[in-house]
C-alpha cells in the first residue's frame, strides 16, 4: 500500500470513529463494500474494525433494517451483578446492624457500619480474600446501589425533668409533715429507676440504642 492510500485510509478510520450506533456500521458496510469487495474480513484487516461490526454494517445496508442498539448491556457489569453471592454476603452481614427509615418516607436502610468495616467482615466472617474483593470505594458504591446508607446511631438522650417534678416532690414533703407524727402511718422510703423503652423504635425510631456485634 502506497503512501497515499495509507493517507485516505487513516481518514477513512477517523471518519468512523466520529459516527456511533446505526451510522457509524453502515458507514463501514460501505466502505466495506466499495473499497473491500465486500468482504468484511478485508475491511477488518485493511482498516481494523471488527469483523462483525462490519458484517452487520453490510447486512443493514442491504436489507434497509436498523439493528437495535443495545447500550445498557455494554461495559462492565457491577460487582454485585457478576458475583450475586457477594450482594447475599453483604446483606447478611447489614442487616443485624439497619434500620428502616424511621418516618418510611423512602427505601433506604441506615446502618452504623462503614464500607471499611463491611468489607474486613466479609474477610473475616464470609471467608474472602482481600484481592477477590471490591476496593473501599467501590464497596461504598455498591452499599449504595443496595439501599444501604451510613448513619452514625447516637445513644439515646436521657429524659427531661419535667414541668411537674418540683410540684410531685412538694407535694410527698407536705404529705410527709402532715403524717409525721402519726403513729398509724408506715413511712417507706424507696429508691426506683425510671423505666425507658429500648430497642430500634422507641422515641419514633428515631434514636434506637446501638446494635451490638
Not at 447486512?59 to 457477594?86: H, V, Y
Not at 466479609?122 to 451510613?150: F, G, V
Amino acid at each position: 500500500m502506497d503512501g497515499a492510500h495509507a493517507e485516505y485510509d487513516e481518514l477513512i478510520v477517523g471518519a468512523a470513529k466520529k459516527l456511533t450506533g446505526h451510522k457509524r456500521r453502515l458507514f463501514i458496510g460501505e466502505v466495506a463494500l466499495r473499497l473491500c469487495d465486500g468482504n468484511a474480513r478485508q475491511s477488518e484487516e485493511r482498516f481494523g474494525w471488527g469483523r462483525a461490526t462490519a458484517a452487520k454494517g453490510l447486512r443493514e445496508l442491504a436489507t434497509g433494517i436498523q439493528c437495535l442498539e443495545s447500550f445498557t448491556s455494554r461495559g462492565r457489569r457491577r460487582s454485585e451483578a457478576r458475583n450475586p453471592q457477594l450482594a447475599s454476603d453483604i446483606a447478611a452481614i447489614m442487616e443485624p446492624h439497619t434500620q428502616a427509615d424511621p418516618e418510611l418516607k423512602s427505601a433506604r436502610r441506615y446502618s452504623n457500619l462503614s464500607a471499611a468495616e463491611v468489607r474486613q467482615a466479609l474477610i473475616t466472617q464470609k471467608h474472602y480474600r482481600a484481592e477477590e474483593l471490591p476496593a473501599e470505594r467501590t464497596l461504598r458504591d455498591i452499599l449504595n446501589r443496595m439501599n444501604y446508607r451510613l448513619k452514625r446511631i447516637q445513644k439515646g438522650m436521657p429524659l427531661k425533668k419535667l414541668p411537674q417534678t418540683d410540684a410531685i416532690f412538694a407535694n410527698i414533703a407536705a404529705v410527709r409533715s402532715e403524717c409525721r407524727g402519726d403513729p398509724q402511718t408506715l413511712e417507706i422510703s424507696m429508691d426506683t429507676k425510671a423505666k425507658v423503652a429500648l430497642g430500634d423504635y422507641s422515641r419514633g425510631g428515631k434514636k434506637p440504642d446501638q446494635c451490638g456485634g
